[in-house]
């Protein structure tokens, strides 16, 4: 069935530092990819997604790209912010069919 | 805010007690989902509804398990006999647009933890 790996956790990393956290995906059709994040204390929210081969996700400074030769997702951005400390999960659906399949998330954490 | 709300937020109860979780979606979306998530895991699947119709169940909802939709508004989730192993945040969910398509984003809950002594 469809599957997520992200890298593990957790990754601590100094404020205006350069932030990648890899995904690949399993999956049998052509899925839409999707980032969620989790801050504390807070719900799940969509951070960005790519519906198709090579679109790029954008939001809050974060993006990931959609490449299907490597069947990955991996999210970036250039300088982290305190702020940013959360949990990351990157998740895939199979469009109009299945539900939401999540990886088991990559917790960051940002030093000033 | 997601539009979106759980309640009660957080149940703390004993081993062997059943509990009972309502969720209200986003009004006028056709699909809820219901998630589990364990500390340090990612969001479980554990099934879904099309207006009153459960649809898809995960091989995680055991029989103690029970969800319904009576009337394709709120949803209830019910655990009977309640085990340790069922502490958990249960998350609902509905999806980014009203009508039939699923475009595969959902909007989450803040969720109910769920407390099993």
């Known amino acids: 069935g469809d599957s997520v790996t992200q890298m593990e956790g957790p990754v601590t990393l100094s404020e205006e530092a350069f932030l990648t956290i890899n995904c690949t995906y399993t999956a049998t059709g052509y899925p839409s990819l999707f980032w969620y994040v989790q801050y504390p204390g807070e719900g799940l929210q969509l951070l960005l997604k790519?519906?198709?081969?090579?679109d790029k996700g954008s939001n809050k400074g974060f993006e990931a790209t959609y490449r299907k030769e490597t069947t990955s997702f991996h999210l970036e951005k250039g300088s982290v912010q305190v702020s940013d400390s959360a949990v990351y999960f990157c998740?895939?659906?199979?469009?109009?069919?299945?539900?939401?399949?999540f990886g088991k998330g990559t917790r960051l954490s940002v030093i000033a | 805010d997601t539009g979106v709300s759980q309640n009660p937020r957080h149940k703390i109860t004993k081993r062997g007690q059943n509990v009972t979780f309502r969720c209200d979606p986003i009004?006028?979306?056709?699909?809820l989902y219901w998630y589990r998530q364990t500390l340090g895991q990612g969001p479980e699947f554990l099934t879904y509804?099309?207006?009153?119709?459960?649809?898809?169940k995960s091989r995680l909802l055991s029989d103690r398990f029970s969800a319904e939709r009576p009337k394709g508004s709120f949803s209830t989730l019910e655990i009977q006999r309640t085990e340790q192993g069922d502490s958990a945040m249960y998350l609902c969910?509905?999806?980014?647009?009203?009508?039939?398509?699923?475009?595969?984003?959902?909007?989450f809950g803040e969720g109910s933890r769920l407390t099993v002594l």
């Open positions: 969910a509905s999806p980014q647009l009203a009508g039939v398509t699923n475009t595969g984003e959902l909007f």
């Open positions: 509804f099309q207006n009153e119709a459960q649809l898809e």
């Open positions: 009004s006028e979306h056709n699909r």
């Open positions: 998740a895939l659906s199979e469009r109009g069919s299945t539900p939401l399949v």
């Open positions: 790519a519906t198709k081969a090579d």
